[in-house]
Structures are given as structure tokens and as C-alpha cells.
């Protein structure tokens, strides 16, 4: 099994930045790609950005492009998403997760497994 930890959401206001972390108890590195999503109250859940297993690839929705940032440190498992110009519109769930089917996706349906998420808060 793997499991996902998610830390570093909160409150903070417009322009202002947070840093995500994905703590994951994969023990082979770089064998599963990441992805972060996140959910607004009464919306689908969309995806925010995806990394590969190698981190050589990477996704952004065009939503966050030029704002948010993927990566991975293979040598701790973790993953990150620096959040930088927040927006109201940020405001959601985050989730983290995992993919040991496919190399690199953005279909939440390539993923299986998932955090418990974390709440970013954006206020103007």
C-alpha cells in the first residue's frame, strides 16, 4: 500500500504563496507518477498538475500555468506544489496522488492512489 500525506495548506491572502507537500511511503523511487488535484465545493474535481515518475514531465492546467510549480524529490518520496499569485479561485481541497499504472497522466482515473487532502484557503 501507499500512503499519502498532504501538509502545508491554510489560509492566506491573494497574491500570496504556500508551498504543498505529498509525504509517500514509496520505497522504490520514481516508480509512480504524481499528480495534484483539488476540488471546489459543488465542483468536479480537476486537475492541477502531474508529474512523471522521472519528473522529467510535466503538467499544468491552464488555470495555474506560470503560477504553480510540480516537483519531486525522488530521494524523499515527497512531492511538492509551490503556489505562488494565489487567487480566490484556488480556493479548494488538494489532493495528492499516486499512479503505479502509467508513467505520466492527468486523468484522475490513472491514479489510484489518493491523499486525504488539504484545505487552501484564498482570501481577498
Known amino acids: 500500500q501507499v500512503q499519502l500525506v498532504e501538509s502545508g495548506g491554510g489560509l492566506v491572502q491573494a497574491g500570496g504563496s504556500l508551498r504543498l507537500s505529498c509525504a509517500t511511503s514509496?520505497?522504490?523511487?520514481?516508480?509512480?507518477?504524481m499528480g495534484w488535484f483539488r476540488q471546489a465545493p459543488g465542483e468536479e474535481r480537476e486537475v492541477v498538475a502531474a508529474?512523471?515518475?522521472?519528473?522529467?514531465?510535466?503538467y499544468y492546467a491552464d488555470s495555474v500555468k506560470g503560477r504553480f510549480t510540480i516537483s519531486r524529490d525522488n530521494d524523499k518520496n515527497t512531492v511538492y506544489l509551490q503556489m505562488n499569485s494565489l487567487k480566490p479561485e484556488d480556493t479548494a481541497v488538494y489532493f495528492c496522488?499516486?499512479?503505479?499504472?502509467?508513467?505520466?497522466?492527468?486523468?484522475?482515473?490513472?491514479?489510484?492512489?489518493w491523499g486525504q487532502g488539504t484545505q487552501v484557503t484564498v482570501s481577498s
Open positions: 496522488a499516486a499512479s503505479g499504472r502509467v508513467l505520466f497522466t492527468r486523468n484522475p482515473n490513472g491514479y489510484n492512489y
Open positions: 508529474i512523471s515518475r522521472s519528473g522529467s514531465s510535466t
Open positions: 514509496i520505497r522504490t523511487s520514481g516508480s509512480y507518477a
